[in-house]
């Protein structure tokens, strides 16, 4: 039927051609927007024929973020707004996405009002109360967005995304110890996933707790002993941490393990530089000559 659609298409038999088109879109509703694009559609002849797309909300999501990608940001909140209230039968993460969108193009309320009644319909459902969470977090109410994390995780313990959202609004709120307690919490449930200990690794390293942050990458190095990626990092903090001296052979090390060295020699070159005006500080007062740290990069 396809190929059926294109030749109609090409010898330019418009109403066959639409016709046609729309028995594949009735047919393959999730598919509309593929079908198109293997029509060769341009934006503009969707416009036109936007009257074939099948009813629903996820066909209106997508309707919207065609219109969202060409700037017509008008159109696409209406159709964002058109998903969710057809949103009836549509899946939760359609649902939670349609709100989303309806909220970023100016309509917050109409998109909490949506997400209230269906968390009110469906209290087990976890991506209503992550969207509406990121909503109340924008207008500053940071208990009602935790109380909704708190409960979306309770459904959902290995949501990465969720809780490390929960742990940026408790530190947002002044709750450290629940912040820190919700990041460990994530790396326990999780201890192979590197994220997990990243997310914990910026936690500390935001606060300048630098020797924690130094300790979980060492433990998430213990897992994945071949990624030169979190040597480097290891090196990053132990530069903020001011240790510029074991700084610069972490980051020799990562090139010894086959990271880029054109990427770290500059930062080899500041620690370095870093170190030994340190070393002539602390050996200032005392008259005494301190060798200084050379170039040593060329042999990496």
């Known amino acids: 039927m396809l190929a059926l659609a294109l030749s109609h298409k090409t010898a330019g038999h418009f109403s066959s051609f639409r016709e046609v088109l729309r ?25 036109a024929l936007r ?10 999501c997508r309707l919207a973020d065609l219109y969202r990608k060409k700037g017509l940001e008008s159109f696409a909140r209406q159709e964002y707004y058109r998903s969710c209230r057809e949103a009836r039968n549509a899946p939760a993460r359609v649902r939670a996405y349609a709100a989303r969108h309806l909220a970023e193009l100016g309509r917050p309320e109409d998109a909490l ?34 109380a909704d994390l708190v409960d979306a995780l309770r459904q959902r313990p290995r949501d990465g995304g969720a809780r490390q959202r929960l742990a940026d609004y408790y ?11 919700t990041l460990r919490e994530g790396v326990r449930l999780q201890p192979r996933l590197p994220v997990s200990y990243e997310a914990l690794v910026d936690f500390y390293a935001k606060h300048r ?10 433990q998430l190095m213990r897992i994945y002993a071949f990624e030169p990626k ?24 990562a090139i010894r393990m086959g990271a880029p060295a054109s990427g770290l020699k500059q930062r080899i070159e500041k620690c370095r530089k870093a170190h030994n005006e340190w070393l002539l500080e602390s050996e200032a007062g005392k008259g005494t000559s301190v060798p200084v ?6 042999h990496l």
Not at 23 to 47: D, H, V
Not at 209 to 218: C, I, K, M, V
Not at 235 to 252: K, L, N, S, V
Not at 293 to 298: F, Y
């Open 23 to 47: 028995a594949l879109f009735a047919g393959n509703p999730s598919r509309w927007e593929e079908i198109a694009g293997r029509l060769g559609l341009t934006f503009s002849e969707m416009l």
């Open 51 to 60: 009257d074939l797309i099948p009813p629903g909300a996820e066909s209106a």
């Open 113 to 146: 009002r949506f997400l209230s009644a269906w968390i009110e319909a469906d209290r087990l459902e976890a991506d209503y109360k992550i969207a509406r969470a990121d909503l109340l977090a924008k207008k500053g109410s940071m208990g009602g967005a935790i």
């Open 171 to 181: 530190a947002r709120a002044g709750k450290l110890r629940q912040a820190e307690k």
């Open 209 to 218: 707790r630098y020797e924690d942050a130094a300790a979980t990458l060492r």
């Open 230 to 253: 979190y040597v480097i990092r290891l090196g990053d903090i132990y530069q903020r941490q001011g240790a510029h001296f074991r700084a610069m052979q972490t980051y020799e090390e």
């Open 293 to 298: 740290l050379r170039d040593r990069s060329r």
